[in-house]
């Protein structure tokens, strides 16, 4: 069977569990997305188990049925199977099968036991598969799936369609897979959640274009032992991207966002990328008014590496004055945004998220932000004095400047600002805004790059190259020349193009503007001399 079927299956069972909510009444419920991902998550476990204990036990690979192989296990026996498990598979008891669930599916309150066994898995991985909040509790991998169905004498009979399904694939056949591979199966998993009600924070799924270009330009040269953060990590897309640059075993991942929602998909994503050990890492809340990672004397952690597609616009007015304390003097060095009489909906917030990127990053570190194209040329407030900031200290990589409609959602251009510590020379300016090829994405127009054009972007960023009207390579003091502007557009030269021409060409183009303006003025005189004329026949009745 090729990766392409595998793929296939897989999200044929995405689609099935899919329908099954929606025969229930939770299609576009607002749970819906817990119910999906939840199961899909047990599901991956349960053979993620498989495929590990058979690599151990090879006897288990040949048995007919090596559930029942393992239940004839002793207490102690199946205590050092558990103990050579990786810490990236969860351990599950043989009651947590999925096949034991099937052989059980007749049992009255079959529903209970389902919800049963998920929060008894939850329990038992407590410590591995738990994001935790700014506050310190922990956020367990599974609910109560079924009480989501408000008509409890329909619960049964939903578990039994879940539990059918699931019985009827296998996984073990994707664990060799790469990150390739879990990124498409993720996008598509999530595809229908991909939204935030309120429409408060950046979309949970950065393009792949963008998410590619960030972590090509970042990662272009072996690195290992370092960390990785998002203050604004959304469903992880950035992270994902970055960490498979890195090696997803050579980096530590950290993160925060506010939404439990975009949690929960990030700690799917770590589960499915290899990224388990940086689950512990993952923090759910709110990143501007309680950062939670911290060194042992208590400061702000410092990161190697920093990804972010930060809000740009949130009304954050209810807790802007907190912010203003001499604990954040440091962190928020050019200002806080001030609330606005109208529109409190419009709160820069993004500018809050640089400050602290750029205040959190390590001696040696890089970053890549997200941010509308605005940033890059205001010529005050607190956007100009960020940019002043990344050029005086010297911590400025470059900037590229996307196509419109890069983010199918939003109408806003986007720019991708790079940092450095370690750059102290030439800055690289790209303007992309002409690549791509516009495509419908639902209602929305989406401009869409093709590998050829990501790879121009990249290429021409890390090999420093100077291509017309395309970018430019600058140094800092012709930054501050040009009023610290970072737009590509305005280093440009301004061309001239001289024609050979004869004398006598010359003299007859000459003439020909003459008589052109000549003709422009008697026309202009006319309708003068007209609308003199209908002027006094106004006044004369």
Same mark, same amino acid.
């Given at each position: 069977m090729t990766d392409l079927d595998f793929k296939e299956k897989t999200k044929a069972l995405i689609d099935s569990l899919k329908s099954i909510s929606a025969n229930y009444g939770l299609g576009n419920d607002g749970n819906e997305f817990k119910i999906i991902t939840q199961v899909f998550l047990y599901k991956f476990m349960n053979d993620k188990f498989a495929f590990e204990v058979k690599k151990i036990e090879p006897n288990l690979k040949q048995a007919d049925n090596w559930e029942e192989v393992v239940k004839s296990y002793s207490e102690d026996d199946y205590e050092m199977l558990l103990l050579q498990l990786g810490a990236d598979t969860a351990k599950l008891k043989p009651q947590h099968f999925i096949s034991e669930l099937f052989s059980r599916q007749n049992e009255s309150d079959f529903a209970k036991l389902f919800d049963d066994t998920l929060l008894d898995i939850a329990i038992?991985?407590?410590?591995?598969?738990?994001?935790?909040?700014?506050?310190?509790?922990?956020?367990?991998?599974?609910?109560?799936?079924?009480?989501?169905?408000?008509?409890?004498?329909?619960?049964?009979?939903?578990?039994?369609?879940?539990?059918?399904?699931?019985?009827?694939?296998?996984?073990?056949?994707?664990?060799?897979?790469?990150?390739?591979?879990?990124?498409?199966?993720?996008?598509?998993?999530?595809?229908?959640?991909?939204?935030?009600?309120?429409?408060?924070?950046?979309?949970?799924?950065?393009?792949?274009?963008?998410?590619?270009?960030?972590? %090509?330009?970042?990662?272009? =040269?072996?690195?290992?032992?370092?960390?990785?953060? @998002?203050? &604004?990590?959304? +469903?992880?897309? *950035? $992270?994902?991207?970055? %960490?498979?640059?890195?090696? =997803?075993?050579?980096?530590?991942?950290?993160?925060? @966002?506010? &939404?439990?929602? +975009?949690?929960? *998909? $990030?700690?799917?994503?770590?589960?499915?990328?290899?990224?388990?050990?940086?689950?512990?890492?993952?923090?759910?809340?709110?990143?501007?008014?309680?950062?939670?990672?911290?060194?042992?004397?208590?400061?702000?952690?410092?990161?190697?590496?920093?990804?972010?597609?930060?809000?740009?616009?949130?009304?954050?007015?209810?807790?802007?004055?907190?912010?203003?304390?001499?604990?954040?003097?440091?962190?928020?060095?050019?200002?806080?945004?001030?609330?606005?009489?109208?529109?409190?909906?419009?709160?820069?917030?993004?500018?809050?998220?640089?400050?602290?990127?750029?205040?959190?990053?390590?001696?040696?570190?890089?970053?890549?932000?997200?941010?509308?194209?605005?940033?890059?040329?205001?010529?005050?407030?607190?956007?100009?004095?960020?940019?002043?900031k990344m050029v005086e200290s010297k911590m400025l990589a470059g900037v590229v400047s996307m196509p419109s409609n890069i983010f199918a959602t939003t109408g806003t251009n986007v720019s991708i600002v790079f940092l450095d510590k370690g750059n102290t020379n030439e800055v690289v300016l790209i303007d992309a805004s002409n690549l791509g090829e516009t495509v419908k994405e639902g209602k929305n127009q989406k401009t869409v790059l093709t590998p050829a054009e990501e790879q121009q972007i990249i290429d021409t960023f890390n090999q420093k190259k100077a291509v017309d009207d395309f970018s430019v390579v600058v140094s800092y003091d012709e930054i501050k020349q040009k009023n610290y502007s970072l737009s590509a557009g305005q280093y440009f030269e301004v061309k001239i193009e001289y024609v050979d021409i004869t004398a006598e060409e010359f003299a007859a183009k000459m003439k020909d503007f003459e008589n052109n303006l000549n003709q422009l003025f008697a026309e202009g005189r006319a309708l003068e001399m007209e609308i003199q004329n209908n002027l006094k026949g106004l006044r004369y009745e």
């Open positions: 038992t991985n407590n410590d591995i598969f738990s994001v935790k909040t700014d506050g310190g509790a922990k956020v367990v991998l599974f609910d109560r799936i079924t009480e989501y169905i408000s008509d409890g004498s329909k619960r049964d009979a939903f578990a039994k369609a879940i539990i059918n399904k699931l019985v009827g694939v296998s996984f073990e056949h994707i664990f060799h897979q790469k990150f390739d591979f879990y990124a498409t199966i993720f996008e598509y998993l999530i595809k229908d959640y991909n939204t935030n009600s309120g429409g408060k924070y950046a979309e949970y799924f950065t393009p792949h274009a963008v998410a590619k270009i960030m972590a %090509a330009i970042l990662v272009n =040269e072996p690195d290992q032992n370092v960390t990785v953060y @998002d203050p &604004s990590a959304g +469903s992880g897309t *950035l $992270l994902m991207n970055i %960490a498979h640059a890195i090696g =997803e075993d050579k980096c530590t991942i950290y993160s925060q @966002d506010v &939404s439990q929602k +975009s949690s929960s *998909l $990030l700690r799917l994503n770590l589960i499915l990328n290899n990224l388990v050990h940086s689950i512990q890492n993952i923090i759910q809340g709110n990143t501007i008014l309680h950062p939670y990672h911290k060194d042992k004397e208590g400061n702000l952690e410092k990161f190697d590496y920093i990804v972010s597609n930060p809000p740009f616009k949130l009304d954050f007015s209810d807790y802007r004055d907190d912010l203003d304390s001499k604990e954040n003097n440091e962190r928020f060095f050019a200002g806080i945004p001030k609330v606005p009489n109208k529109a409190k909906e419009k709160m820069a917030i993004y500018l809050l998220f640089l400050q602290h990127i750029m205040h959190t990053l390590s001696k040696k570190g890089k970053a890549a932000i997200v941010v509308p194209t605005g940033f890059i040329t205001a010529q005050s407030g607190i956007d100009k004095k960020i940019r002043e």
